[in-house]
């Protein structure tokens, strides 16, 4: 693996004056690839190549000072509620009395797909993120990650209420 | 038929070129290559389609893993030296120089302030074996999460003022940590001491669906 390849001159043409043998310069760079290579591996091993990826989210100033008349009010009929339960589920009412909740998951076909229907049927459509104490962070991602995917424009992140619980009993 | 004399070739190739490409994926690799940080604990970050990129600098970071442990982070050496400077001072713990050296090199940690000089004593191992780490308090009793976040957002605005500051705190949570938990956390960035209202949850990008009409 490892021999020097040292071409030997043939050539005696000089009749007189004994000439130096001329040594060849080349390397065997075996090694040294090796070297390289393994170098690479390891650093292609250790490297952290992609940067994670982050969700920048705003939430609204908690003031104290802001009375209950000053906030803005978010009409009935703009507002959808979106519970996220244990289990990776969902349940969806629009307004504040809405007679038939529905009960879905985070699938394309699930929450997705909702929100894709009512974000074209209601204008400025407001959705409430309410995620129950049983839920996971991921479902909440999840939940915010359709806002941006579905382009809902006006969403927040409220806690959930016993009013809410109220409604989607029935879909226990 | 004479008999054809086929040249022996010499099976020695030139390892120049290969060399070459070798010492230059070297290279590229070197200068892009950011060391994996040994962070007590791993999560499994949630997916979005988000595509911002984290900034390199003076973020910090709270990691929440999956038991419900809550871990504090910061970036930069110099940055957590100042910020371990402050906690000493306004908690009434002293820091050896040698404590603080390892301070500055530790990425991320999970544990009350007034176990931190012993923390900082063990070795390396002892510190990331699972367990000993048990997080750090965010109880509304007693929520040492604030007092860390309150002194890095002073050593962040003291590094660069034109900074906006308020961009530079991430949540890194477990997918699967409970939602109460991340909502402490989440209220705590939102005390009124601190006024972060605006911050960064980590997450894996996952390819956005087809856009739908």
Same mark, same amino acid.
């Given at each position: ?172 | ?57 003076? #973020? /910090?970071?709270?990691?929440? &893993?999956? *038991?419900?442990? !809550? ?5 930069? @050496? ?75 957002? #002073? /050593?962040?605005?003291?590094? &660069?003022? *034109?900074?906006? !500051? ?5 949540? @890194? ?41």
């Amino acid at each position: 693996m490892a021999e020097m390849v040292v071409k030997e001159s043939k050539g005696k043409k000089g009749k007189g004056g004994k000439k130096a043998k001329k040594m060849s310069t080349r390397v065997d760079l075996t090694p040294m690839v090796d070297l390289g290579f393994l170098l690479v591996t390891f650093f292609m091993l250790t490297t952290t190549f992609s940067k994670p990826q982050t969700m920048e989210i705003n939430m609204p100033i908690k003031d104290d000072t802001v009375k209950e008349e000053e906030k803005q009010a978010v009409k009935a009929t703009h507002a959808m509620s979106i519970i996220a339960d244990e289990n990776n589920l969902v349940y969806v009412y629009m307004g504040i009395d809405d007679p038939n909740p529905i009960k879905t998951d985070y699938s394309a076909n699930g929450i997705r797909k909702i929100l894709y229907e009512k974000v074209r049927e209601v204008d400025n459509l407001t959705v409430l993120i309410k995620p129950t104490d049983k839920s996971t962070y991921k479902n909440v991602v999840d939940l915010l990650d359709e806002m941006n995917i579905t382009k809902v424009k006006r969403y927040a992140l409220v806690p959930v209420e016993p009013h809410d619980m109220d409604i989607i009993k029935k879909l226990l | 038929m004479p008999k054809v004399k086929i040249p022996r070739k010499s099976t020695l190739v030139d390892m120049t070129a290969m060399c070459d490409v070798a010492f230059l994926l070297l290279t590229f690799f070197m200068l892009t290559t950011q060391f994996k940080s040994d962070d007590p604990v791993v999560v499994s970050l949630p997916s979005s389609i988000s595509e911002i990129k984290m900034p390199d600098v003076n #973020i /910090v970071t709270v990691t929440i &893993d999956k *038991s419900g442990k !809550v871990f504090f982070g910061m970036e930069g @050496k110099y940055n957590r030296e100042k910020l371990i400077d402050k906690i000493a001072e306004n908690k009434n713990i002293t820091i050896t120089p040698e404590q603080k050296r390892i301070f500055s090199l530790l990425s991320s940690f999970g544990v009350p302030i007034s176990k931190l000089p012993e923390f900082l004593d063990l070795s390396q191992e002892e510190r990331n074996k699972p367990g000993y780490q048990t997080g750090i308090p965010v109880d509304s009793t007693n929520n040492e999460l604030k007092e860390w976040l309150k002194f890095a957002k #002073i /050593v962040v605005y003291e590094t &660069d003022r *034109s900074l906006y !500051v308020s961009q530079l705190f991430a949540i @890194k949570g477990d997918g699967s940590a409970a939602y109460p938990l991340v909502k402490k956390v989440m209220n705590t960035f939102q005390d009124k001491t601190l006024q972060i209202n605006k911050f960064r949850l980590v997450t894996n990008l996952e390819a956005a669906p087809p856009v739908q009409k």
